[in-house]
């Protein structure tokens, strides 16, 4: 993969001939080389245009649902520290020099790692276990027990990767902590480290985040410099070839070794086989932002903030018809409606609020009647929508469900990795049947169709992503029946948005 | 062992088993498409789905069994999601089943009856056929992209079972395929056409040209290497039409490589020879069996005794090579009687016999899977024994492999460390190993005192080579030749896998000897895992030495020297036996060029082009008396005789096949001989009994067998009867007896049981580069090819390697300003030629390479027949060239 990138940077695009070259000095066959060069989005292949995959679907979804990414604004309130002060994973965002340690010392930083070397590693896990926290990746699974497990298993070389692949449109808020704090998520990365037993560290950053992977290169190198990761464990930044489904820790381990970022059948967990074989914790952005504050902090602390079952901040990227899009830091248990009025502004002038959409292309609709759900993963779970990695696009009145989610199908079938049948294919039909629906041939039987391909894929799909890449359309027509009911059967788009006539 | 229920009913199930496996196994079928018992799990096209505990779906293909589970697989939720996913599957697939090549044959076809399909609900989803064409590259297989379901089995088949890597599934979403290379024909790629993914592949994404089932199976041999793959002659009429390879077969449990699955044309060539031919007037002219043997009896009567000699066919069945040598010894009175060994594994043969007692390979080839580290020298086994090769990939993903070549093989690029050693350096390369492995007291020294004699004048002969001596002469860096010492010392068990790369040297029993003495020094021999094995070139080498069809033995390696063994014999036979061992191949040839053989016999083997030297063969056999040659085709040794007799392939007769293991394997006739061919056996019966002798009246190759019995211990439990199944591995001394999978285990067949050290002994190559002939060629064999007869009359292997190519080192090619495919004359010292050159680093600067398998190139023109002076076996493997542009100048 680095060798690929560099071939794409210096030529603008890969020949085909190159890749023989490179997959030779590599020792792989070409075969091999050849399906992770057509697997990443970032990589063009020369003379084979039609091939290569469409680009990321954000523009899609930015003229349907305004869903604007706007990671330079940063709200952080709510979260104080036991000594009073405000503090959260984003409150020293826009306040430090982002790549410097010294910035970040002078802000408490690195505290929270003198603490853990302190500690054993047990008591390490322990700590992040008695505080609650839940990984902010999406799934919300206990931190404590991903590291536990890497920590008892017996190996040489254990690896602490960041997941950085962040890759819902309409998501930024690991944008933003890169950018603007990187050393948070190193000091987070270097607990993890010594609570699992691993020397070696690395950020996967997707490729788009350019800047992002020069900030936390620079970081990484003063943190280096001045011993601040602490003895015994160096981090790399690795940069991914650019695809959603990269976002899961498995397609995520395969990318690095080179091969497309398709996901691998578990068990094994990566914590017991995961990169080149090595245990591996895979924790997201996010999460690691949070722990330095459990060490620091202490653990009561941080369990005290928000509900029991989804401890401490919340890190939210709010877009859509909101006032001021932004990065939003609040306790867990604030409502949605705390979040868009207090932090967001309340929504833009003359929008009316209709739906949010929450939990990425994996996510749902939830219709305006849930704006007083709190942000939790239970209780968003209960309400019909994930909570997933925090991502919230605020729908106004003038939006059209259909062709919304048409966009979300859209981004569906072009990230499926097409490793099983129900995604690669369901996708698709379901894609095709939203795109009749907007025309004139739309039909009742397009809606039963995407339920039935929605039940498929649900049930029998090979990976995370498969199982939800109809989630958002089919909460779409659960929530706005009618709406979809106007264009199946009356042939009319009641937001005027789609031209219902014959493609 | 979990204990699971499925629908309600108890199944036994094995740990880290799966579902679907437990399932199948029990009887419960589960519709698949991209489950392959021979495969780790896909999980790619989810029909397999079921209920667990009355939960969530799950595929059972990637669900390992636990305790107690219980498992539905017909309930609502079940059928909805495998009728969904069917749908979705058929809804990218052509609807044109009658025309599809895999009509019938089809799991689609299955899995869609088994699950069930609705028009008016399939009608429902779009069609996403694709529009890629059909790749019709390859000569032996079609790839249609537009009927391929994804399953990936192709692709797990390239990597777990062939090793290779040449498929993988490449770009993503809809626009998902399956690419060769960079999506390029295959024919273009790396693909070694071992057609394995094609018998795998369930739909007709990837079928065989010649895809209409045969109308019956015949189980026997492959006739090519000395691997010894069963295989499945599939049969259509009086033809044979396919082969698959024996799932059953204990060799290669259902793994074929190219020539083996898809280079039996020449069965049914028309140029195979039909009529017994006279030469008459200088011309060979058809001749009736009556004639023919006429004319054979009357001339071979009068050349008797050590005027009469003899080569035996290793590519016959151990039954004809039996009664050949019955024929030379008991009829002609002449223990000149020799076979192709000669000119390959003859050094294995005696340097094993001297160390170990026995010269054979020692283990069975399924060791491979057992040990700990792998030695392979001088051997491309990737293309020599292609089956065995898949294994050593195999092996080398999992341990250390260590490779020791001049070339950059296939193997090389996949070992720990490749010992790049100029060629003849294998005594230093091997002395300097085992002085490694001495210096760091690696040795085992309870072997070595227990099971061994002659170790401290071994080890004063190696500490007296100096490791800068053996950097120097090897050309190899000490550190990788320590390091490599260290990795086959400290990784037990380990295996030394060599082929010609060692034998064929004037120093090739010395090469033997090191390669022995490494293996005792380490304790690597007699346990699984370990041991020493030769890779035997020619599918029945192994059998031809073992029945006798040498100058020193009768069979089962008794030596004609030893009185009990050789009046036995005797007796057996009728006739008393000559006590002095005869002429050995080269030897013959010699004799013959000096006037004093009458009578040349040569059944099976194309001497005049594959022994070194080929101007010299080749007036041999102008001055022998009289030649007759049995073959298949008209080889160009067969041009050179007074008659010719037609012989019978091996898929037109039945008897046995001895492989590199010493596996006694049946082979049986599929069709009948084309014209008036006849077996080998049946001929040489013929000629016996026209020269009125007695001892020749069999009338079934079984006969033939069952007289080897009797007359050789080793093989006295050897019946056909008892071969039924795996074969026998040899010594087998009873009906009782199991045979013997591995040699030496607690005992070493010398006659002390003791392993012999010998103290190792440099001789450089008979020929050095000089200024005339700067550059040292090498020889090996190719994948698509054999010797010179059989594949070149196989279209679709002369389409994937059509010519002889001289392989060149950039910097030797630019010095002499040849450009990639240029025609240039390679000379040495006995002559040249004119072919084509290929320039790659896979040569060491230096060094040439060439194959030789093409009569419009014959290889060995260049050769010399320097021998080896225990073996008698010539130096095929150094010679020194020249190369030039064609047309240059010679004195440029």
Redesign the interface.
Known sequence: MPALAQLQRRHGSIENGVIAALARSLGLPESKAYAAATFYSSFALAGDGQKVRPPALDAALESVMGAERAPEAIRSWGITAPDGRPDGALARCGAIRPESVDDYRAAGGYEGLRVALAMPAEAVVETVRAARLRGRGGAGFPTAAKWDHARTVIAPAKVVICNAAEGDPGAFADLAILRQDPHGVLEGMAIAAHAVGAARGIVYIRSEYEEAIETVRGAVREASDSGALGPGFTVEVFSGGGRYVCGDETALLNSMEGAPGRPRLRPPLPTEHGLWGRPTVVDNVKTLALVPLILRHGPEWFASIGPAATTGPAILAVSGFVRRPGVVEVPMGFTLRQVIEQGCGGMADGAELKAIQTGGPLGAFLSADAVDTPICFDAMKAAGSPLGSGGLIVVDHRTCMVASSRAFAEFAAAESCGHCAPCRLGTRQVLLALRNLMGAGASGADLRLIERMEAAMRSSSFCAYGRSAASVVLSAIRVFPDEFAAHAVERRCPADWCSMEAS | MPSITIDGMPVAAADGQTVLQAALAAGFDIPHLCHHPDLS?G????LC?VQVDGG??S?SC?L?VRDAMSIATDTV?VR??RE??LD??L??HPMTCLTCASNHACKLQTVAAQIGVDEARLG???P?VGSVSKDESNPFFIRDPQRC??CGICVRTCDEVQG?????????????AI?????APIAE??CESCGECVDRCPTGALVHRESRPPTREVRSVCPYCGTGCSILLGVRGDRVVSVRGDADGPVNRGRLCVKGRYGMGFIHSDQRLTTPLIRRDGVLEPATWDEALDLVAERFAVSRGSAFACIGSARCTNEEVYLTQKFARAVMGSNNVDNCARLCHAPTVAGLKQSLGTGGGTSPIEDLAKAACVLVIGSNTTEAHPVVGAQVRHAARRVPLIVADPRETDLA?RARIHLRLRPGSDVPLLVGMARAILDAGLEKATFIEERTEGFLPFVQAVMAMDPEWIEETTGVPWSDIAEAARLYAASAPAMIVYSLGITEHTHGTDNVLAIANLALLTGNIGRPGAGVMPMRGQNNVQGACDVGCVPDSLAGGLAVREQAGREAVGRRWGVDLADTPGLTVMEMLDAARSGSIGALYVTGMDVAYSAADTARAQEAMRAAGFVVVQDIFLSGTAELADVVLPAASFAEKDGTFTNLERRVQRVRAAVPPPGEARQDWQIVCDIARRMGAPGFEFTDASQIRDEMSEVAPAFGGIRFDRLEGDGIQWPCPSVEHPGTPRLHVDRFSTPNGRARFTAPAYRPPAEAPDESYPLVLTTGRSLYHFHLAMTVHVAGLMELNPEELVWLHPDDAAARGVADGDLVTVSSRRGSLDLRSWITDAVSPGTAFMTFHFYEAPTNVLTQAALDPVSKTPEFKVTAVQVRRAGDDKRQ
Do not use: K
């Open positions: 799990p999980g790619h096209c989810r789905v969530p779906l595929a990637q390992t939720p909805e999601a969904a996913a979705l599957i809804s990218a429902l989803l779009r996403l379901v994804l290779r890597g040449a498929l993988a599934v490449g770009y993503s979403g809809a626009a998902t690419v060769a290379g960079s999506d790629s790396i690029r």
